[in-house]
């Protein structure tokens, strides 16, 4: 009886070792940035995409303030925040020349948040470095995937903290 006893004590006690194991896995930490070369209207239209509740947080440790960003009410202060931090987390080179990128704004779709920028008078690029930090002062296990489309042709890679740039040559 002693014997069962001693069993199933070391199988609970191993169970509930795996079972808090398990929720202090760390989630995956992700961004997706796609740049799209809009030849015609000589623009860059970027997205980035970022889990929700990551990003709140980010903005709430570096701006400490408190973030919602499904909030309607807090639309225009969010937009602040995000403009902020994209600005100083992303940044785009044509033929090696920076180019100035225009927050559009935000938008939520389900766990994620989908951002906008464009930038504008892009004569058609033989490279584009796309260099991002975003979620980098939060996470030392985040993963950016980057995708560039230049007439029709993707080209795409994941950078892995701590490198933060991707160049797509055409």
């Not at 997205?47 to 960003?69: C, M, N, P, W």
Request: glycine residues 2%; charged residues 25%; hydrophobic residues 40%.
């Amino acid at each position: 009886m002693h014997f069962l006893n001693t069993k199933f004590v070391t199988l609970f006690l191993v169970f509930a070792l795996i079972s808090s194991t398990k929720r202090l896995k760390h989630p995956l930490h992700v961004s997706t940035t796609e740049v799209n070369v809009n030849a015609k209207d000589k623009t860059l239209e970027i997205s980035t995409r970022v889990f929700s509740d990551d990003f709140e947080s980010v903005l709430a440790k570096i701006y400490k303030q408190k973030t919602d960003l499904s909030k309607p009410e807090l639309k225009t202060q969010m937009d602040n925040l995000i403009k902020k931090y994209l600005l100083s987390h992303l940044q785009i080179k044509t033929n090696g020349k920076v180019v100035a990128l225009n927050y559009i704004g935000f938008e939520q779709d389900h766990e994620a948040t989908n951002i906008y920028l464009e930038a504008e008078k892009i004569n058609a690029p033989k490279s584009i470095d796309v260099s991002s930090t975003i979620l980098y002062d939060m996470f030392d296990d985040q993963m950016s995937i980057v995708h560039v489309v230049n007439g029709g042709v993707r080209k795409s890679t994941k950078i892995l903290y701590p490198d933060k740039t991707f160049t797509a040559s055409f």
